[in-house]
C-alpha cells in the first residue's frame, strides 16, 4: 500500500476526489476513511495502525475549519503526513489552514494550499518516486502533457489575437 488518505468529514470528499483520482491514474495504492481528530481520536489512531501493518507509505489528511487531523495523524506515525486544508465556512478556510501549517517543532506536516487535493496528490507521488521509478516515469510524463497543454492553449490565444488584429 503507498499513501492512506483521511478526511475529517464526508463533505471533504469534493475536494479530495481530485487526490484520488489522480493516485489513481498514477497507479498508486490508496487507502481511505472519514475519521474526525475530536469526534473520532480512536479511528484516526485505528486507521494509521492499519496503515502501518499495509505499509503505508504516506498520509493525507485533510480537514476543515479546526483542521488538527493532519497533526493528530503526525502524532502517531514518523511516516510524512501531508495536510490539506479544505475550506468551510465561516472562514473560508484560513481556520483549516493556520491549524495544519502551525505544527509545533517535532511533528512535522507538510501543508498543502486550502484545497490542494490535487497537489497533496502529486507530492505523495514525488516521495514515492525517490524509491519507485514507475512513479519518476508516471510524473516525468504527466509534467511532459502540462507542457504540451500550455503550448495548445498558447497557440490558440496567438491565432485569437490575431483574428482580433483583422
Not at 485505528?46 to 507509505?57: L, M
Not at 497537489?119 to 510524463?141: G, M, Q, R, V
Request: glycine content about 6%; overall charge positive; hydrophobic content about 45%.
Amino acid at each position: 500500500m503507498d499513501v492512506g488518505i483521511i478526511m475529517g468529514s464526508d463533505s471533504d470528499w469534493g475536494v479530495m476526489k481530485k487526490s484520488v483520482e489522480l493516485l489513481n491514474n498514477f497507479e498508486v495504492d490508496v487507502e481511505l476513511t472519514v475519521a474526525s481528530a475530536h469526534r473520532t481520536p480512536e479511528r484516526v489512531k485505528e486507521f494509521v495502525d492499519q496503515c502501518h501493518a499495509k505499509d503505508v507509505k504516506i498520509f493525507i489528511a485533510a480537514a476543515g475549519c479546526a483542521a488538527h487531523l493532519a497533526g493528530v495523524v503526525a502524532s502517531y506515525t514518523t511516516r510524512p503526513v501531508i495536510g490539506v486544508p479544505i475550506n468551510a465556512e465561516p472562514l473560508k478556510g484560513w481556520d483549516s489552514l493556520l491549524s495544519t501549517v502551525q505544527m509545533p517543532g517535532g511533528i512535522p506536516v507538510a501543508t498543502m494550499a486550502i484545497n490542494g487535493a490535487k497537489n497533496a496528490a502529486l507530492f505523495a507521488t514525488e516521495i514515492l518516486a525517490l524509491s519507485n521509478p514507475k512513479f519518476k516515469k508516471k510524473l516525468d510524463d504527466y509534467r511532459a502533457n502540462m507542457v504540451k497543454e500550455v503550448e495548445r492553449k498558447a497557440d490558440y490565444v496567438k491565432r485569437a489575437f490575431a483574428e482580433t488584429k483583422k
